[in-house]
């Protein structure tokens, strides 16, 4: 069974500080997905990253896809308060399956 | 253009009773995904449907659970007799090819109450 452990799982900052969360498997996946989702909302699709060692960037955050694809990291610099919601990621899919496995989130909140 | 749209958003069962849930995938779009969330946990894949095809089913319960995507009409994710732990978010998701090559996007979801 592929499994995606997050952490941390809570982490509240104040506006303005930098974070990392990160994203950890004992097996390797083809990609790597990014969402966050706001509560009541559906996730809504970051970043995909695909190759072992790739470094995207969206305004603020960064994605580190790991060089065995098999762990992620997303840092986000000076956090805002809009940043506030539950980062998930997922692997796959893989094997002929179109399934994504998705971690259990790390849940952030930003304070003004 | 709309999204993946989900009715309703909120569903409320006494148990034994029969839930449906309903996803239309954005335009043009025949690939179909379901997951379930529950509180604290993160998305459990349940089924993949292509149009009249379930593709992948690996994730759904063995039984009270089925799921259909027709030829017309939106996608539907039944469940029969629920239970107190059916109770969760019901997510939804579409792409225009499988998602080995295309994005999916994601419902805003259903939230199942049994009481």
């Known amino acids: 069974t592929q499994l995606l452990e997050q952490s941390p799982q809570f982490l509240s900052i104040q506006e303005g500080e930098n974070l990392t969360v990160y994203c950890n498997s004992s097996?390797?996946?083809?990609?790597l997905q990014w969402y966050r989702q706001e509560p009541g909302e559906g996730p809504v699709l970051l970043v995909t990253?695909?190759?072992?060692?790739e470094v995207k960037k969206l305004k603020r955050l960064t994605f580190q896809f790991g060089d065995a694809r098999k762990d992620s990291s997303l840092h986000i610099t000076a956090a805002q308060t809009g940043d506030t919601g539950l980062y998930l990621c997922?692997?796959?899919?893989?094997?002929?399956?179109?399934?994504?496995?998705f971690g259990k989130g790390t849940k952030l909140t930003v304070n003004p | 253009n709309a999204g993946v749209m989900q009715n309703p958003r909120h569903l409320v069962r006494r148990r034994g009773q029969e839930a449906r849930l309903r996803c239309s995938p954005m335009?043009?779009?025949?690939?179909v995904y379901w997951y379930r969330q529950l509180p604290e946990e993160g998305l459990k894949f349940m089924v993949y449907l292509q149009k009249e095809n379930i593709i992948d089913e690996s994730g759904m319960p063995k039984e009270r659970f089925s799921a259909e995507f027709p030829k017309e009409g939106p996608s539907i994710l039944r469940i029969q007799q629920v239970v107190r732990g059916d109770s969760a978010a019901y997510f939804c998701?579409?792409?225009?090819?499988?998602?080995?090559?295309?994005?999916?996007?994601f419902g805003q979801g259903t939230r199942l109450t049994v009481v």
């Open positions: 335009k043009g779009h025949s690939h």
């Open positions: 997922a692997g796959g899919p893989q094997g002929g399956s179109e399934k994504l496995v």
């Open positions: 990253v695909v190759t072992g060692g």
């Open positions: 097996s390797v996946f083809s990609s």
């Open positions: 998701a579409s792409s225009f090819g499988g998602q080995m090559n295309t994005e999916a996007f």
